[in-house]
């Protein structure tokens, strides 16, 4: 059973840099060919694909939040981290990692439970 686990700060300041990590157990990220996500919910809002991380270790990003994202990975510790910088509270959502296998039709298998991040000064 794949388990996925974000930590972070959950009060992060107006133009500093949100940094979250997800902790994998029960499968390696380096395992063809799924494809580690983070994926935000602002209040209200819809789910917003912010970007991924594949086994390969290539990256991708949603076209709207490129200039501030940037996700890495530590295969030696089995997690990867998103960076977004230059916060405002419109980034104020609950952050979840999951992974997927785009080859099926509903990609998206485990996701961790979530964390609550608030920008605010």
């Known amino acids: 059973q794949v388990q996925l686990q974000e930590s972070g700060p959950g009060l992060v300041k107006p133009s500093q840099t949100l940094s979250l990590t997800c902790t994998v157990s029960g499968g390696s990220i380096t395992t063809n060919y799924y494809y580690w996500s983070w994926i935000r919910q602002p209040p209200g809002k819809g789910l917003e694909w912010m970007g991924a991380?594949?086994?390969?270790?290539?990256?991708y990003y949603s076209p709207s939040l490129k200039s501030r994202t940037s996700i890495s990975r530590d295969t030696s510790k089995n997690q990867f981290t998103l960076q977004l910088s230059s916060v405002t509270p419109e980034d104020t959502a609950v952050y979840y990692c999951?992974?997927?296998?785009?080859?099926?039709?509903?990609?998206?298998?485990?996701w961790g439970q979530g964390t609550q991040v608030t920008v605010s000064s």
């Open positions: 999951a992974r997927a296998d785009y080859s099926d039709s509903s990609p998206y298998d485990y």
């Open positions: 991380i594949a086994f390969s270790g290539s990256t």
